[in-house]
């Protein structure tokens, strides 16, 4: 059996992602993001609770670490630097890169664990030696594109344990296991305030007109 990190975001997805993988006999270490102290999801105070109440339900240790410098650094700036140059940017897939997965893997050497996991709707398939991201079964919820910057030396230590999956199948798993927690789907910017436009971030954050 593997030590596994998992990103616990305290929604339902990444809630069954440990959960399976605890019931397949493996050792699972639930972690939490701190990214953003004024996080309108996935990382608010709420969530970070609702992943330390999933993890001892699923009776696993869960760690919160503070990454907010790695964050505003390669998330916000980058994503306010790009609209001000006229670029559109996309904060999901380059925060999944340099501060998610970073900081999954930095632990996971630190702790000497062998794999992380979350809660995406991916598979990873390998072919000649080499493992490729692939979309999930669940064709509806695949979010290959955010993994898309994940380099394939780093594939080799991930696992999708939702890759498999329709999601009502898994919500369906969760209320049996009594693990199910009704959350809004992550769909937006984080750092963006309920109802937010960009430009009204930027002119909040920087003052810019």
Same mark, same amino acid.
């Given at each position: 059996?593997?030590?596994?990190?998992?990103?616990?975001?305290?929604?339902?997805?990444?809630?069954?992602?440990?959960?399976?993988?605890?019931?397949?006999?493996?050792?699972?270490?639930?972690?939490?993001?701190?990214?953003?102290?004024?996080?309108?999801?996935?990382?608010?105070?709420?969530?970070?609770?609702?992943?330390?109440?999933?993890?001892?339900?699923?009776?696993?240790?869960?760690?919160?670490?503070?990454?907010?410098?790695?964050?505003?650094?390669?998330?916000?700036?980058?994503?306010?630097?790009?609209?001000?140059?006229?670029?559109?940017?996309?904060?999901?897939?380059?925060?999944?890169?340099?501060?998610?997965?970073?900081?999954?893997?930095?632990?996971?050497?630190?702790?000497?664990?062998?794999?992380?996991?979350?809660?995406?709707?991916?598979?990873?398939?390998?072919?000649?030696?080499?493992?490729?991201?692939?979309?999930?079964?669940?064709?509806?919820? @695949? !979010? *290959?594109?955010?993994?898309? $910057?994940?380099?394939?030396?780093?594939?080799?230590? /991930?696992?999708?344990?939702? &890759?498999?999956?329709?999601?009502?199948?898994?919500?369906?798993?969760?209320?049996?296991?009594?693990?199910?927690?009704?959350?809004?789907? @992550? !769909? *937006?910017?984080?750092?963006? $305030?309920?109802?937010?436009?960009?430009?009204?971030? /930027?002119?909040?954050?920087? &003052?810019?007109?």
């Amino acid at each position: 059996m593997a030590k596994i990190l998992a990103g616990m975001s305290g929604g339902v997805d990444s809630t069954m992602a440990a959960a399976l993988l605890k019931k397949q006999g493996h050792e699972v270490i639930g972690i939490t993001l701190k990214l953003w102290d004024d996080a309108s999801r996935c990382c608010n105070a709420a969530d970070i609770l609702d992943a330390g109440l999933a993890c001892r339900k699923i009776g696993i240790r869960h760690y919160v670490l503070n990454y907010k410098k790695d964050f505003k650094k390669y998330v916000v700036d980058y994503f306010t630097d790009s609209y001000l140059k006229g670029i559109t940017p996309n904060p999901c897939v380059i925060c999944n890169e340099e501060v998610k997965f970073r900081a999954l893997f930095e632990k996971m050497r630190e702790l000497d664990f062998d794999m992380v996991t979350t809660g995406h709707y991916a598979r990873i398939t390998v072919k000649h030696g080499v493992p490729f991201l692939c979309p999930g079964r669940d064709r509806t919820k @695949s !979010q *290959e594109y955010f993994l898309s $910057r994940l380099t394939a030396e780093k594939l080799k230590y /991930i696992i999708f344990p939702l &890759g498999g999956h329709k999601k009502k199948d898994i919500i369906s798993m969760a209320k049996e296991a009594g693990l199910y927690v009704k959350k809004p789907e @992550s !769909q *937006e910017a984080c750092f963006l $305030r309920r109802n937010e436009t960009p430009f009204e971030f /930027i002119k909040r954050s920087t &003052g810019v007109e």
